[in-house]
């Protein structure tokens, strides 16, 4: 569509004046052309850490919540459940056992892949029903949620990171059934990376909780 | 090619009507705050903490020209440069300059503002003088207990499990003090001239002790006791208010507080009042 | 129209037969969720306002008994929670972060959609709980939308903390936990997905505001949610998070509580704060580019206004114990406060001279949009100037929890946030919708709007500055507020004014839908990318190849363009005296 072309200069009323020498430093369309951008990481990676970044924030507020209380008088004494030591190691292995499974099908193993995420949620589930354990042997020593500052806080804090992690194995069946499905390979089991990611993370928590709960 | 953003248009009317809102608004604010600071002000300053009035007249001002300026400014340009023929906007996006001495001079202004602020603040938090009246105030659902001390100055120990009708803030019968302790409800007098030092306490929730005429304020908070202090310098009767929603009852919470001319009066009256 | 390669006859790009609930319920594009968020909070910004014009119609007259105290209360809780959780919070991100930014950035929907499809139906359930709330013995909660412990944690201090302040709890996790999935996706689609050429220089402000609004979102949500949680726990479970020792409950001394009444107050405000300034910056991204846009002039310094957003965005963390001056915190953490707070006016006061530097040698152009977007700066300017004597912390000792408070966050939440939304609407409701809405309506809403607004909050200075608390059912008690009646009768009839005022807004808005003239593709002759896409935009939005971008979103009036824009998607700006063929 063609039309009039009015020259800038004609009938533009009173001039026009902006400041006298302005500095340009804003982005304004000049200086070289479209960027060559690809995404910065995986978007499924950023994806993920936006979400550990919240769940960090989510324990960080415990934890203030936990040291400002502890300072106070009336926060109470539990007998720490020997299991835990037993959970926090199956963890551990669990976080072991992920990740070979991720170096397998880096290799294209995928049998391996199969039997290290199979391992990993077999580890998960002990961890889970042993802290269901945990909570029991708590109550046996009349130690509910009720009972002082200190029990309550573990009752929290145990029970919001079982939450996340039952999230994280309800995930984890999702990639257990991908993964006998054969939908995995050494080209394509990026799921598998972002998974690990939110599985250690969770494991880092639990050591650091349980750290907390025992030492502080 | 898309003629039609230089096509010829007139929007001065829309800008005079817009530009003549904003003065409106700039008009009706000022105008108001004039007729209120005759009828709808601060109730009459009771106590020495004249500073913070100082200080909210200050703001005032200078927040009544930063609200004056913007308004005055908007609305000229508003009138000044509503689209009218085929006259374009200007380019230019960018001046450090200016830019700079906006940022600065409001902050030189501000970091006055936070230094006045935090000597203010600084004095209302001293500690207490030496010769300070004590009086407790106890927060309930809805009502203020007074408690004054005994001639030798004591306030008796308390503990909630000796709370019972007869003794509503508990009250510790072994201590000796606790028989002249006066307890008193809604009932708060203080004397003239003299610092007055209140250690604030809730029963059951969080309430917030107010005395707008002597620009006093602080949360009653179950689980602690919080010291303020004071110096009333008018005599006559105030009233105290509950400033912290509390419950259903909030809006009744109310109280009186008394300036009494001189100690004698208030030694007078406090003696009228009988014991625990 | 410029070089991108809109295939219209290809936008016939194959229509899915999808089901009516694939398609319209549980959909996964961007655009219908964004809708399904209008939609819902629109709703409910009609019950928040509802409850409202109810409390005013006690106010203005208590001693006709509208409400009872408990119902009076429940009123205001209500409507603080219905207004900031549920419409504010959700249709700034949830509505227009949701459908512009997909198109703004030139993808075809969001990073996870099926995430973003979830953070709607997180939402969903969330109102039904709230409204369920009304029904249950007790009511609703009472205790302010702020929910102070221990009031809100122990059942029998009011009837307002009853099962409703359960439930009222429980509602919050879910507007938090949607809002989280929603910042997820909003981060990083911004991000990850931007068309070739649109760095993040180049980004129209309203993004930048979405984009630093996830990102607070992220850090200070999961902190009410912890808060949250644990007041369901004192609630439910005995314990005492919050419960201080020896409360006197009902003439007994409640056992076995060693919590700390405060602990609440600093994870909510700290969550609280950076909250309100989330409710700020997508605004004030909207107000940047429709200022701009009908201006037709690029926004006065685009580096500085992203530098004071994120400004805002990182001293909003530092500033929560504000709202704590008189709490009973240490004095010492008091004066640190006083100076984060004065600090954060510097930014917002260098975004206000931005925008109206941006007004002069304009070329103004007088739409309804334009209307509400001018008026924001003089609400927000209002509403910032207030805050100041509040951030004065001995002046605060006396105006805390009184009107004053009241009237300053209206101004900044409740009058500039939601003109930047009416202004987002009239502005982008062409590309929502396909239609235009009238704007003789608009206009006419426009102006009710305005003054109902001035009228209605701004007198409530004068009744925090005579000392009348916040909350309370009645002030006959108080002889030093006797001179308040005609001043709450003067806001209520205002109020109905405002109330009634939105009615036209709705009536606009539907019978656009429905009728409004078709509108083209571009009709505010607008640079940035979302106008490149039909209006509305098919699914996948762009055809069969995405837009690529040549320059920022703020080239108006160019000297020496024959047009007085040149879109982001146009490679070249078509100079004066060639021919565009």
Redesign the interface.
């Known amino acids: 569509?063609?039309?009039?072309?009015?020259?800038?200069s004609a009938?533009?009323?009173?001039a026009?004046?902006?400041?006298a020498r302005?500095?340009?430093?804003?982005?304004?369309?000049?200086g070289g052309?479209?960027?060559?951008?690809g995404?910065?990481?995986s978007?499924a990676v950023?994806?993920v850490s936006?979400?550990l970044?919240?769940?960090a924030?989510?324990f960080?507020?415990?934890t203030?919540?936990y040291v400002?209380?502890r300072q106070?008088?009336?926060?109470?004494t539990v007998v720490m459940p020997p299991v835990l030591w037993l959970t926090t190691t199956m963890l551990l292995a669990s976080s072991g056992t992920l990740e070979w499974a991720r170096r397998r099908i880096a290799h294209g193993d995928i049998r391996g892949l199969q039997r290290g995420l199979a391992a990993t949620a077999w580890l998960g589930v002990a961890f889970l029903a042993g802290q269901l354990i945990a909570w029991h042997q708590l109550a046996a020593q009349g130690a509910?949620?009720?009972?002082?500052?200190y029990s309550?806080f573990f009752y929290?804090l145990t029970g919001?990171h079982g939450a996340h992690l039952l999230g994280g194995l309800v995930a984890l069946g999702i990639i257990v059934w991908k993964a006998y499905a054969e939908r995995y390979g050494v080209a394509s089991h990026a799921g598998v990376g972002v998974f690990a990611l939110y599985w250690h993370f969770m494991d880092l928590l639990w050591l650091y909780l349980f750290a907390l709960l025992f030492w502080a | 090619m898309d003629s039609e953003s230089f096509a010829p248009r007139d929007e001065r009317p829309a800008g005079r009507w817009m530009g003549v809102l904003i003065l409106f608004i700039l008009a009706a604010g000022v105008g108001s705050f004039v007729y209120a600071a005759h009828y709808w002000w601060l109730p009459p300053l009771a106590s020495t903490l004249g500073i913070t009035d100082d200080m909210f007249n200050a703001i005032l001002v200078a927040t009544g020209i930063a609200f004056i300026a913007v308004h005055l400014f908007v609305a000229i340009a508003l009138i000044r440069f509503a689209a009218y023929g085929r006259r374009p906007a200007a380019h230019w996006h960018e001046h450090l300059g200016a830019e700079l001495t906006w940022t600065l001079v409001p902050a030189a202004g501000l970091v006055i503002l936070a230094i006045l602020a935090e000597i203010v603040w600084a004095r209302v938090y001293s500690p207490p003088p030496a010769n300070a009246q004590l009086v407790e105030v106890t927060g309930r659902q809805f009502l203020w207990y007074i408690r004054y001390p005994s001639p030798d100055g004591r306030l008796a120990a308390t503990d909630p499990k000796f709370i019972s009708a007869g003794n509503p803030i508990g009250l510790d019968p072994s201590d000796p003090d606790s028989k002249t302790n006066a307890v008193l409800e809604n009932d708060l007098h203080v004397v003239n001239n003299r610092p007055v030092r209140i250690a604030i306490r809730s029963l059951d929730v969080i309430h917030s002790f107010f005395l707008p005429n002597f620009r006093v304020k602080q949360d009653a908070v179950p689980g602690r006791t919080i010291v303020i202090w004071f110096v009333p310098n008018r005599p006559g009767q105030y009233q105290i208010a509950c400033a912290q929603l509390c419950g259903v009852g909030h809006y009744t919470m109310r109280g009186n507080i008394t300036v009494e001319p001189d100690q004698a009066a208030f030694d007078a009256w406090l003696a009228k009042q009988g014991q625990h | 129209m410029g070089a991108i390669a809109v295939h219209e006859g290809a936008a016939a790009h194959e229509e899915h037969a999808e089901s009516f609930v694939r398609h319209y319920i549980f959909s996964i594009d961007h655009k219908t969720i964004g809708k399904q968020y209008y939609l819902t909070t629109l709703f409910m910004a009609i019950v928040g306002g509802a409850l409202a014009m109810l409390m005013r119609a006690h106010l203005g007259w208590p001693e006709g008994g509208a409400l009872d105290p408990g119902q009076y209360l429940a009123a205001a809780t209500m409507h603080g929670t219905v207004m900031i959780f549920f419409f504010l919070t959700s249709i700034l991100t949830g509505a227009f972060g949701n459908f512009l930014i997909p198109l703004m950035i030139g993808a075809r929907d969001m990073a996870f959609p099926f995430l973003n499809m979830i953070s709607y139906w997180t939402l969903f359930p969330g109102v039904l709980v709230l409204l369920a709330s009304f029904f249950v013995p007790g009511g609703p909660a009472g205790n302010g939308w702020t929910s102070y412990a221990p009031l809100s944690a122990v059942s029998k201090f009011a009837p307002g903390s009853g099962t409703g302040q359960t439930l009222w709890a429980i509602s919050i996790l879910f507007v938090l936990f949607s809002s989280l999935f929603g910042s997820l996706n909003f981060l990083t689609t911004i991000i990850n997905m931007r068309a070739r050429g649109l760095s993040m220089g180049r980004l129209p402000l309203t993004l930048w505001g979405i984009f630093i609004t996830a990102i607070l979102a992220l850090l200070s949500f999961p902190v009410l949610t912890a808060a949250v949680v644990m007041l369901i726990l004192d609630r439910t479970a005995g314990t005492s998070f919050f419960v201080p020792p020896n409360l006197l409950v009902a003439g007994q001394v409640l056992a076995n509580k060693n919590g700390d009444a405060l602990l609440w107050q600093h994870l909510f405000w700290f969550f609280g704060h950076p909250e309100v300034y989330i409710l700020i910056l997508t605004p004030m991204g909207i107000v940047s580019d429709v200022i701009s846009t009908f201006s037709r002039k690029p926004i006065f310094g685009y580096k500085a206004m992203v530098l004071s957003l994120s400004a805002i965005g990182f001293l909003s963390f530092l500033v929560w114990g504000h709202h704590m001056f008189v709490s009973g915190m240490s004095p010492l953490l008091g004066a640190a406060f006083i100076g984060s707070t004065i600090a954060i006016a510097v930014p917002s006061a260098i975004k206000t001279f931005n925008w109206c530097t941006t007004l002069w040698q304009g070329r103004l152009l007088f739409t309804t949009a334009m209307l509400f977007a001018i008026a924001f700066v003089s609400l927000f300017v209002t509403g910032g100037l207030s805050g100041i004597f509040l951030a004065a912390a001995p002046v605060d000792i006396y105006l805390h929890d009184t009107y004053f408070v009241i009237a300053h966050f209206h101004f900044v939440m409740a009058a500039a946030a939601l003109f930047s939304i009416f202004a987002g609407t009239y502005y982008w409701f062409p590309k929502m919708f396909g239609r235009m809405m009238d704007e003789r309506l608009g206009k006419i809403h426009f102006l009710f709007t305005f003054l109902g607004i001035y009228a209605t909050f701004f007198p409530m200075h004068f009744l925090g500055f005579m000392g009348n608390s916040r909350r309370l059912y009645d002030t006959s008690i108080y002889p030093f507020l006797s001179h308040a009646g005609p001043i709450d009768v003067f806001i209520s009839l205002s109020a109905f004014m405002l109330g009634a005022a939105q009615l036209i807004f709705i009536y606009n808005f539907f019978k656009s839908l429905l009728h409004g003239p078709v509108a083209e593709q571009n009709p505010w002759h607008a640079n940035s990318l979302e106008w490149a896409a039909p209006s509305p935009p098919p699914h996948g939005n762009w055809g069969a190849a995405l837009p690529v971008v040549y320059r920022w979103p703020y080239d108006y009036s160019a000297p020496g363009a024959a047009q007085d824009y040149s879109p982001q998607w146009q490679a070249q700006p078509v100079a004066a005296g060639g021919s565009d063929g």
Do not use: C, H
């Not at chain 1, 569509?1 to 800038?8: E, N, Q």
């Not at chain 1, 302005?22 to 000049?30: A, Q, S």
């Not at chain 1, 052309?33 to 951008?37: D, H, L, T, V, W």
């Open positions: 569509m063609s039309a009039v072309k009015t020259p800038p009938g533009r009323g009173p026009v004046r902006g400041p302005p500095i340009r430093f804003g982005p304004d369309g000049r052309g479209p960027a060559a951008s995404p910065a990481a978007t950023i994806g936006a979400a970044v919240a769940v924030m989510l960080t507020a415990f203030i919540a400002a209380r106070e008088p009336g926060w109470g509910y949620i009720s009972a002082n500052q309550g929290l919001a």
